[in-house]
C-alpha cells in the first residue's frame, strides 16, 4: 500500500476512502463510495452497483474493476473528456 486516505475530495470526485496500492507491480487505485459531483457538490453519478462488475487478470490473479460504461459515466460527469473519449474507443464507439 502506497497510500490510504479517508474522505478523500478531488472536487469533482469524492470518495469515503481512497487507496493507492501496487499489486504485482501495478499501480492500482481504489475508491470506496466514489462519486462524481458538480460544482455546487451535488452527485451527479453515484458509485455503480457492485453486484456488476469486469475482472481484469494480474499476473493470473483476478482484479474487480468498475466497468467501461460505469468508468464513462464518471468521465463525462467531471468533464474529463479526453478519457471519456478514450473509454468509448475502448468500447469501440466514437470520440
Known amino acids: 500500500m502506497v497510500s490510504d486516505e479517508d474522505r478523500w475530495n ?46 481484469i487478470i494480474v499476473s493470473g490473479r483476478p482484479i474487480p474493476v468498475l466497468p467501461l460504461l460505469a468508468m464513462q459515466a464518471l468521465f463525462d460527469a467531471t468533464g474529463n473528456r479526453e478519457r471519456a473519449a478514450m473509454v468509448a474507443r475502448a468500447l469501440g464507439g466514437r470520440s
Open 10 to 55: 478531488r472536487g469533482d470526485v469524492r470518495a469515503i476512502r481512497r487507496v493507492l496500492a501496487v499489486v504485482h507491480g501495478v499501480e492500482v487505485e481504489i475508491l470506496e463510495g466514489v462519486a462524481a459531483v458538480d460544482a455546487t457538490g451535488d452527485v451527479v453519478v453515484a458509485m455503480p452497483d457492485l453486484d456488476h462488475v469486469d475482472l
